[in-house]
């Protein structure tokens, strides 16, 4: 695993995710070259308060005024350099001041609420972790980015969202060097990365990361499978995190030919037996047994578990594809 996100998992963990293991790539080729330090990886797993008295969306007054404490660590951050100061146990805190924060730009301006407030802790992590705008960071197509927004030095403009003139309500070049890509539109996040990437190898910037945020809606497009096996075709170092969330945008309630639940989470019910208390504990038995068996049994024993797991969750679909994955991680 190499080390960027090797740091992930720690500051994912300070947030309370729970991380259930992590795989080798499955295709021999793939393992070959990724030894010590695998090329492309993947990880399964949101303004100022307004006055009191202050109008929102369709004139009706804004109720949400942020957290009776304030906001004490948000109000160091004017950058992600800041949020590198802090230490891991205060990003829970921070986490929470950034969630209240979203709930009150967005209670003036309306705006994506639901897909930003299920990024914040995912948000704070990869700033945090990696070196942004020097890492490329992609979200897919960027609805989710008003804690990115907040954390990037534009929380004095949250007011202004989706507003003439003011804060686009989606990742957009023009408006910060940490909106690398512009979006709006689906499934065009690891094709992106993988591009930056590709660019960071010809100008000799090899140390620099490219992380693509992708949905469960979005990675059921042909578009993010045509970018996964062109990533293992360049050999091109790519890291890839899979918010598998079940809330994809259509259907939204309304009868339809899919019915009236979010569709296409890529494993509802895996992910479930995956963390159910009888599989976990048969796992916990199986690997205690197993070192009490010779080493080169031992290994047998780890290949066999890891093709269980890959096939229960998923993760043999992207490993197979020449990823490192990791996951399923409990995001809640």
Known sequence: ??????????????????PQGARRVATPAARATSVGSPARAAVRLQAENPPIGATGVNGLPVVYQGPPGGTPLLDTIESPAD?????PSQLKQLAAELRHETLCAVSKTGGHLGSSLGVVELTVALHYVFDTPDDALVWDVSHQVYPHKILTGRRHRMHSLRQKGGLSGFAKRSESE????????STTSISAALGMAVAHNQNGAKGRNAVAVIGDGAITGGMAY??????????TKIITILNDNGQVSLPTGTQSAGGVAPAGALSQYTSRLLTSRPFLDFRSFAKSFSKLLPEDIQAVNARIDEYTRGVLSGGTLFEELGFYYVGPVDGH
């Open 1 to 18: 695993m190499h080390a960027s996100l090797a740091a992930l998992l720690p500051a994912l963990a300070a947030l309370g995710f729970a």
């Open 83 to 87: 949020l590198k100061r802090l230490q």
């Open 178 to 185: 940490y909106d690398i890509f512009g979006a709006g539109h």
């Open 226 to 235: 045509e970018a996964m096996n062109n990533a293992a075709y360049l050999n």
